[in-house]
Nanobody
Framework: VQLVESGGGLVQAGGSLRLSCAAP????????MGWFRQAPGKEREFVSGINGNGDNTWLADSVKGRFAIFRDNVKNMVYLQMNSLKPEDTAVYYCAADVLIATLLRGMSDYWGQGTQVTVSS
């Protein structure tokens, strides 16, 4: 599974960005999809996840109420809508895919994108 992220950039605090992850393939709906991030000097951390048909989502406490994840199984895309961005959201954001929810939530997925930089200025 090849994952390609896009949509990162520089935004002021309080602003919004939408990240996209393309996952070509006919079995896209079989995968749990997720977003992780890694800030300089910090470990990679879970941000959000969504199950195969999109009716169950998970969000890290640090982004609840500000971020939302959704997917389009026709277009083979998963999105991370990020609102009310804070400087502490600055990181490289990675898309991940796995057939098992537990594996993905632990950050142990076999499939990762190359990452997209999000920078939030104060």
């Amino acid at each position: 599974v090849q994952l390609v992220e896009s949509g990162g950039g520089l935004v002021q605090a309080g602003g919004s960005l939408r990240l996209s992850c393309a996952a070509p393939g006919r079995t896209f709906s079989s995968y749990v999809m997720g977003w992780f991030r890694q800030a300089p000097g910090k470990e990679r951390e879970f941000v959000s996840g969504i199950n195969g048909n999109g009716d169950n989502t998970w969000l890290a406490d640090s982004v609840k109420g500000r971020f939302a994840i959704f997917r389009d199984n026709v277009k083979n895309m998963v999105y991370l809508q990020m609102n009310s961005l804070k400087p502490e959201d600055t990181a490289v954001y990675y898309c991940a895919a796995d057939v098992l929810i537990a594996t993905l939530l632990r950050g142990m997925s076999d499939y990762w994108g190359q990452g997209t930089q999000v920078t939030v200025s104060s």
